[in-house]
């Protein structure tokens, strides 16, 4: 054990110190966490934009306002279930669809890592029970 010279308030003393090597924890990056209403907007405004639909076509057609849609997809309103039911019948896609949408990328902000494959001893071990015929 060494000794440091401390001084507080014009006292010095000696202070016992460890000169061990401490373990440095390691950095770990947090994700990125992006709020559901978000994620959500976000989507639907893509899905729109690649269909070039206008917000005012959509709002008409889903029954809600155009501040209302334009704000839910700034990701600023949390939209209810049964309004992203109209939302998506207006945008004539399924709720699944935008919600698996919003799923992959927020999985993708997150870090997480989705194999694109099915792991070998799963393949094996249900090889019989799947059939897909062409």
């Known amino acids: 054990m060494a000794k440091q010279r401390v001084s507080i308030n014009g006292i010095t003393k000696w202070k016992e ?3 061990t090597p401490q373990q440095v924890a390691p950095v770990i990056e ?5 709020p559901l209403r978000q994620a959500i907007g976000e989507v ?4 729109r934009q690649r269909q070039g639909r206008t917000l005012r076509e959509v709002s008409q057609r889903a029954r ?3 501040g209302y849609l334009s704000e839910v ?3 600023q309103k949390e939209a209810s279930s049964e309004l992203l039911a109209w939302i998506c019948q207006a945008l004539d896609i399924p709720m699944s669809q935008m919600l698996r949408e919003v799923a992959d990328r927020m999985a993708v902000a997150e870090g997480v890592q989705i ?3 099915v792991p070998a001893e799963l393949s094996e071990r249900y090889k019989n029970d799947y059939y897909v015929s062409l």
């Open 17 to 19: 110190i460890d000169e």
């Open 30 to 34: 947090e994700a990125r966490v992006v």
């Open 44 to 47: 639907l405004r893509d899905v």
């Open 64 to 66: 809600v306002s155009l």
């Open 73 to 75: 997809e700034r990701g």
């Open 115 to 117: 194999p694109d494959t």
